[in-house]
C-alpha cells in the first residue's frame, strides 16, 4: 500500500474519478461535473490563503483512496487556531486505507505548525463539508456529499475522532398555505418597512446577490468554520450558482431603502439529473440537467438567510409565502432545506410545516500527537 502526492494530469483524473469507481452500484450516489470539480480544487479564490496538497492511496496499483489536505491560514488567525483541514476524503472499506490517508494529511499539517485535525471539510464552509452519519438511504442534494456507513465507523471506532459539530437537513412538504401568513406578512411590512422586490434579470440578481453576500459576512460571523468572503469568492458564489438561477425561486426581501436584508434561493432537484450526467456535460448531461429543471417534484433551499439586524425579527415570513405559491404553482411535492448546524434555532422553523430530519452530518476533530 502506497500514498502518492497527486501531481500530474493524470493523477488528477484518477482523483476526481474515483468515487465513481467506488459508487458505481450505488443507488444513492450524486457524481460531481468532473471538470467543475477540477476547477474548484485548483483555481478557487480561496487558494489566495489556502496551502492545500492532494493524495492517492494505491494497493497493488490500483486506486483505493484519496483525501487533500487544507491548511486555511486566515481562518486559523482569526480563530485562533493551528488546524489542518481534511477533505475529499473516499476509501475502500478497509480501516488501513483510512489511517494511512489521514496519518499523511497529519504529519503534513504537524509539519505546517498544525496541532489540530478537523473535516470534513474544503476551503470554506461554502463549499461541501461533513460526513453523512444519518441518512444513507436518502438521495442527497447537488451540494451535499454521499459516503457509505462504514466511513464514520472507520473514524470513530478506528481512528479515534471525535464528534465536533452536526448538521442536519429536514425534508419539507408542501401543502396548503398557511392562513396565517398573510396576516404575518402584513405585521412585518408595517414593523419593519420591509417588502418583496422581484429580480427581473440575472444581473440584476447579480448585483443584489453581491450585496447580500457581505450582508452574510456579518451575521455568519460566529458560525462554524465560517470567515468572511472575499470579493473574489463572492464573485465565485455567484458566477457558479446565481448564474443557474430559476428567478421564479429567487425571493429578494428589501428595505425603506431598497437594500437587500434578506434572501432566498432555490433551485429545482438535480440529484437524479447528475446520476444520469454521471459527472459530464457532454454529449446528453446537460440534456437531463435541463429537463430537471423544467419537470420535477422535489426543490431544494440552496440559500436563505437574513440580515443580522433583522435576525428574529420574523421578515423571512415573507419569502417562506411567496416560495410556498411558487411551489404549489409548479408542482412541487417536497423541499429539502439547506444544510444547518443542529444547535441554531432557525432550523426548527421547519417543524411547524411538517418537516423531518432526514439527513444529519458530522465534522469530526482530533489532536494531532
Not at 279 to 284: T, V
Request: proline share 5%; aromatic share 12%.
Amino acid at each position: 500500500m502506497e500514498i502518492r502526492e497527486v501531481t500530474t494530469r493524470k493523477e488528477k483524473r484518477l482523483f476526481v474519478q474515483f468515487p465513481k469507481r467506488l459508487y458505481k452500484d450505488c443507488p444513492y450516489y450524486v457524481p460531481t461535473l468532473e471538470r467543475g470539480e477540477l476547477v474548484e480544487m485548483y483555481h478557487h479564490p480561496a487558494l489566495q490563503f489556502c496551502d492545500v496538497k492532494y493524495w492517492l492511496c494505491y494497493d497493488g496499483g490500483e486506486v483505493v483512496g484519496r483525501v487533500a489536505g487544507i491548511v486555511n491560514r486566515k481562518c486559523n488567525e482569526l480563530k485562533g487556531q493551528r488546524r489542518v483541514r481534511f477533505g475529499w476524503l473516499d476509501f475502500i472499506d478497509n480501516p488501513e486505507v483510512a489511517r494511512r490517508l489521514l496519518k499523511t494529511v497529519e504529519e503534513w499539517g504537524k509539519s505546517q505548525g498544525m496541532t489540530e485535525i478537523c473535516g470534513p471539510s474544503r476551503f470554506s464552509n461554502m463549499q461541501r463539508q461533513a460526513m453523512l452519519v444519518d441518512g444513507f438511504d436518502q438521495l442527497p442534494c447537488i451540494t451535499g456529499d454521499y459516503n457509505f456507513p462504514y466511513y464514520p465507523a472507520t473514524l470513530e471506532k478506528e481512528l479515534h475522532f471525535e464528534k465536533e459539530v452536526d448538521y442536519i437537513q429536514y425534508k419539507v412538504p408542501v401543502g396548503e398555505v398557511p392562513e396565517r401568513f398573510d396576516r404575518l406578512c402584513k405585521l412585518v411590512k408595517e414593523k419593519y418597512h420591509v417588502r418583496l422586490k422581484p429580480s427581473r434579470s440575472k444581473s440584476e440578481l447579480r448585483v443584489n446577490g453581491k450585496k447580500f453576500f457581505q450582508l452574510l459576512n456579518r451575521s455568519y460571523v460566529n458560525i462554524y468554520n465560517f470567515i468572511p468572503l472575499t470579493d473574489e469568492e463572492i464573485d465565485w458564489e455567484i458566477n457558479n450558482n446565481f448564474i443557474i438561477a430559476d428567478l421564479d425561486l429567487v425571493s429578494l426581501i428589501v428595505d425603506e431603502h431598497d437594500e437587500p436584508v434578506g434572501l432566498a434561493m432555490c433551485l429545482p432537484s438535480l440529484s437524479k439529473a447528475f446520476q444520469k450526467a454521471n459527472g459530464k456535460l457532454l454529449p446528453f448531461g446537460w440534456w437531463h440537467i435541463l429537463r430537471a429543471r423544467r419537470k420535477n417534484d422535489k426543490v431544494d433551499m440552496f440559500l436563505t438567510g437574513v440580515a443580522p439586524e433583522y435576525l428574529n425579527s420574523g421578515i423571512h415570513v415573507l419569502y417562506h409565502k411567496q416560495l410556498h405559491e411558487t411551489f404549489l404553482k409548479k408542482g412541487y411535492q417536497y423541499a429539502i432545506a439547506s444544510q444547518q448546524l443542529e444547535d441554531n434555532p432557525a432550523a426548527l422553523v421547519w417543524k411547524k410545516y411538517g418537516g423531518e430530519v432526514v439527513i444529519r452530518r458530522r465534522c469530526y476533530h482530533k489532536d494531532i500527537e
